[in-house]
C-alpha cells in the first residue's frame, strides 16, 4: 500500500469523524460523549439482498477471483454486524489491501461488525506490515467506544511502533475511544515529547478530546505553547481550552502566550482558552487583548471576559 493510499484514507476517516465546525468549549467527560458513527452507512442503501447469502458463504466469497464479488461479500458481511463476528479473521487480510475500494469497504465493514472486530485487530498490530498497523488503528479509531478493549494495545502502539503514521493514528484513536483515561493520558502525554511532529499534535488533539480527563496533561502542554512549530501550540491551547477549570494552572503560559505569540490565530486560541478556564487572573491579559491588531482576537478576548464575568 503506498503513502498516498494511507494518507487519504487517514483524511476520509479522519475528517468524517470531525465534531461538527463551531464546536467549542471544555470537552464533557468521556461518558457522556456522543456515541455516534464516523463513517455514514446506510444499512439499506449497501447490499438489499445481504440475507441471500450465510455469514459462511459470505466469507468464502471473500476467496473469489472476482473483484466484484469479494467487495459484495465484504460488504455484505458488515451489513450483518454482530452476527458476522466469526468472519473477521477472513476480512482482516484486506487491510493490506492495495486496492483502496476494498481497504474502505473492509475498515467500514469491521467497524459494523463491533466489539467482535477488536481482538483480531490487536493481533495485527504484532504483524510486519506497516500499512496493516496502521489500517487496523484507524478502524479502531473510526469504532470509538466499542475499541474501549484495544486501549492497551494502542497505548503499546503509541510508545513503541517504529512506523510514525501507526503511532499518530493510534493516538487519535485514544482520543476518540475516550475509554480507560487512566491508561490512555499517560500514554498521550508521553507521545507529546515524540520525535515526529505528527505525532506530537495527534496527540494533543487526543487529549483534547478527553477534556477534564486530561487534566495531568496540563503540565506539558502549557510547555508546549513555546514550542517552535505554530501548529503544536494552537493544538496546546486548544486542548487546554477544552479541560476547562481543570487546566487552571495553565493560565499564565496561555497569558503570556496570548500577550507575546508572533501567530495570531495562537493568541486566539488562548484567548479562548483563557475564556473556557475562567480564572480571574486572565483579566489583564485579556483586556490589553482588546487591543490585539488582529480584530478576531479582540472579539474572542471580548467573549472571554464575558465569561469570566459570569463564572464570578
Same mark, same amino acid.
Request: proline residues 4%; aromatic residues 4%; contains cysteine.
Given at each position: ?158 510508545? =513503541? #511502533?517504529?512506523? @510514525? %503514521?501507526?503511532? +499518530?493514528? $493510534?493516538?487519535? !484513536? &485514544?482520543?476518540?475511544?475516550? /475509554? *480507560? ?109 482588546? =487591543? #490585539?491588531?488582529? @480584530? %478576531?482576537?479582540? +472579539?474572542? $478576548?471580548?467573549? !472571554? &471576559?464575558?465569561?469570566?464575568? /459570569? *463564572?464570578?
Amino acid at each position: 500500500m503506498s503513502q498516498r493510499t494511507l494518507l487519504a484514507l487517514g483524511i476520509f476517516f479522519f475528517v468524517a469523524a470531525l465534531p461538527a465546525y463551531g464546536q467549542s468549549g471544555p470537552a464533557s467527560q468521556p461518558s457522556s460523549k456522543p456515541s455516534s458513527r464516523p463513517v455514514k452507512r446506510s444499512f439499506k442503501a449497501r447490499n438489499k439482498n445481504y440475507q441471500s447469502k450465510t455469514v459462511e458463504q459470505w466469507t468464502k466469497d471473500l476467496g473469489n477471483a472476482d473483484r466484484k464479488t469479494r467487495r459484495t461479500a465484504i460488504v455484505s458481511l458488515g451489513d450483518y454486524r454482530s452476527k458476522a463476528g466469526k468472519a473477521v479473521e477472513s476480512l482482516l487480510p484486506f487491510l493490506a489491501a492495495k486496492d483502496s475500494v476494498l481497504q474502505e469497504e473492509t475498515i467500514t465493514s469491521l467497524r459494523l461488525i463491533g466489539k467482535a472486530s477488536v481482538p483480531g485487530l490487536i493481533l495485527v498490530f504484532k504483524e510486519k506490515d506497516k500499512g496493516k498497523r496502521f489500517a487496523a488503528a484507524l478502524t479502531l479509531f473510526t469504532m470509538r467506544g466499542q475499541a474501549e478493549d484495544a486501549v492497551p494495545a494502542l497505548c503499546e502502539v503509541l510508545a =513503541k #511502533d517504529q512506523y @510514525s %503514521a501507526a503511532r +499518530a493514528m $493510534a493516538a487519535s !484513536a &485514544l482520543g476518540k475511544i475516550a /475509554r *480507560k483515561t487512566e491508561i490512555s493520558v499517560p500514554a498521550l502525554v508521553k507521545a507529546l515529547r515524540d520525535k515526529d511532529r505528527g505525532v506530537k499534535r495527534n496527540a494533543g488533539d487526543a487529549l483534547a478530546e478527553l477534556g477534564p480527563a486530561a487534566k495531568n496533561a496540563v503540565g506539558d502542554l502549557s510547555k508546549m505553547l513555546k514550542d517552535k512549530d505554530v501548529s503544536l501550540r494552537k493544538t496546546a491551547a486548544t486542548a487546554l481550552g477544552r479541560m476547562g477549570a481543570t487546566a487552571k494552572d495553565a493560565v499564565p503560559a496561555l497569558c503570556e502566550c496570548l500577550a507575546t505569540d508572533s501567530d495570531w490565530l495562537v493568541r486566539l486560541n488562548a484567548a479562548e482558552a483563557l475564556g473556557f478556564i475562567g480564572d480571574k487572573r486572565a483579566e489583564a491579559a485579556l483586556k490589553k487583548a482588546l =487591543k #490585539d491588531k488582529r @480584530s %478576531a482576537v479582540q +472579539a474572542v $478576548a471580548k467573549d !472571554a &471576559l464575558a465569561e469570566l464575568k /459570569r *463564572k464570578r
